[in-house]
């Protein structure tokens, strides 16, 4: 591992600890045996740590996003969204509690960047709604925002409570039935 590598290791462990500006470039320093002046060596200011942080944030929930096969049904592909997001919540927990608290903190073209990944990972979980609803597999009625919301409010959340030996799928697997039983069947006209 790169001085670098474990600089942004520690620093989302402090940042997840701490918070952004509760976490001082000394506490970083010591985090990883170094003089305050020897990690200019290797960043420019903490901004490029906390945005290196969200970068591999994006990264990873994006990937579980991608590792769902596309012909599967978009109810399927919804209960894999979940079990990926909550796995990468649980197997790097300090990087996902940065991702969703920390992002506020980034400055001007990096923060505009994350912004937009968080936006795009957005979409594609309401695309996997709307897939299902216009495949007649979830209500006609639908909104995929609401939907999508719901599914992000818990399954973002989940860094505040899951513990390290918890059962990622098993959770998962029971969000999404409390989930999709009540977004199936039709819609009752008004």
Do not use: C
Request: aromatic share 8%; hydrophobic share 45%; net charge negative.
């Amino acid at each position: 591992m790169t001085r670098r590598q474990e600089l942004a290791r520690e620093a989302a462990r402090l940042f997840a600890e701490k918070g952004y500006h509760g976490t001082s470039i000394g506490a970083l320093a010591e985090a990883v045996g170094v003089q305050k002046a020897s990690l200019y060596a290797h960043i420019a200011g903490k901004q490029d740590l906390l945005y290196e942080t969200m970068r591999q944030g994006a990264e990873a929930f994006h990937g579980a996003l991608d590792a769902i096969p596309d012909q599967l049904p978009a109810t399927e592909k919804i209960r894999l969204a979940l079990r990926g997001h909550l796995r990468v919540v649980a197997d790097q927990l300090e990087l996902a509690t940065v991702f969703v608290q920390e992002w506020k903190y980034l400055e001007a073209e990096r923060r505009d960047e994350i912004l937009a990944e968080r936006r795009r990972y957005e979409e594609r979980v309401r695309a996997l709604f709307r897939e299902g609803r216009e495949h007649s597999a979830l209500r006609s009625d639908l909104d995929e925002n609401v939907a999508a919301l719901l599914f992000l409010s818990a399954a973002n959340w989940a860094f505040t409570w899951l513990r390290a030996d918890a059962d990622t799928d098993a959770i998962a697997d029971a969000f999404y039935a409390l989930l999709i039983d009540g977004m199936r069947g039709y819609s009752t006209p008004a």
